[in-house]
């Protein structure tokens, strides 16, 4: 039978309780201990913990805004002997409250294909599947089996990538936007490991700071981040120039310096089959929503 739970602000002094119960939420740890600081640093987003009897906490969820209209949940987390009680329930009530009160009308979170149980729960709450992703990755550049990049002999794009600028926003965003990949996003696109909806000023956003390129007929969102990551957050492509889009989007890795290099592209098949081809390493996941 689900009890009354206790839900709270979390605190710093809360860091150490959550390190505990999230040490094996995965086989290779959790993330949320490490950016739990930093989450209660920032205004546009909210951390809660449920707590028992002694105000220690047993559950954690976070909700982040991605715009005035769009929240993102992450980080639902329950402590193993505090499972199957209706805790994680009365967590993400509480983080609807403050994502609606903060002005949203969309809650969206990303659960990965192999976790069956997670999507078992997700499911049976409310929210509704509403697109998948598929995230590519591999080493590049000294990184990577050989330092041409993939592990073999690489083949040189016949295109090369040239940053856009702003006039090319609208372009890309109709092309897109009416083309099969736009259509299977959903109008969605990876904000790191969030997604919310695609705007021409974002793409305006990132000619202005150098992250928008053209790629033969396509264009592509592109920056290399601060952990040696060359990160993708968006493309537009058809299907016959993908390879040479994917290739120049490596070359731009490998120049960047970056060692590894992250793609988020729609649950397609011919492109998730294209990426395999090129050496990707690929994961399924599962976008819901759900309005406020």
């Known amino acids: 039978m689900a009890r009354a739970v206790i839900v709270r602000p979390a605190r710093l002094s809360d860091q150490p309780a959550i390190a505990g119960f999230t040490r094996e939420t995965f086989t290779w740890g959790d993330y949320v201990a490490d950016v739990f600081e930093g989450w209660l640093d920032r205004d546009d987003t909210h951390v809660i913990v449920a707590v028992d009897e002694a105000d220690r906490p047993i559950a954690v969820g976070a909700v982040r805004m991605l715009s005035p209209m769009e929240a993102w949940y992450s980080a639902a987390r329950v402590a193993p002997e505090h499972r199957g009680q209706g805790i994680a329930a009365e967590v993400s009530a509480s983080l609807r409250t403050w994502a609606r009160n903060a002005g949203a009308v969309v809650g969206r979170l990303l659960v990965e294909d192999w976790n069956t149980t997670a999507i078992r729960h997700v499911e049976k709450t409310g929210p509704r599947r509403v697109a998948s992703f598929v995230r590519c990755t591999k080493p590049v550049g000294d990184a990577s089996p050989s330092p041409s990049g993939n592990g073999g002999r690489r083949l040189p794009s016949k295109l090369r990538a040239r ?18 990949l736009g259509r299977a996003s959903r109008g969605l696109f990876g904000v790191h490991w969030a997604f919310r909806r695609l705007t021409v000023a974002d793409l305006e956003a990132a000619a202005r700071g150098s992250a928008f390129w053209e790629i033969g007929a396509g264009w592509a969102l592109a920056a290399p981040e601060s952990d040696a990551r060359f990160e993708v957050a968006w493309l537009e492509t058809r299907e016959e120039d993908a390879g040479d889009l994917f290739r120049s989007l490596v070359d731009l890795a490998i120049g960047s310096g970056a060692e590894s290099i992250g793609i988020w592209i729609p649950s397609t098949h011919w492109i998730t089959r294209l990426a ?11 976008v819901y929503a759900r309005e406020i």
Do not use: C, D, I, N
């Open 276 to 286: 395999r081809g090129l050496g990707f390493e690929t994961a399924l996941m599962h």
């Open 163 to 180: 940053r856009a600028g702003s006039t090319e926003a609208q372009p890309a965003y109709a092309s897109w936007s009416v083309g099969e």
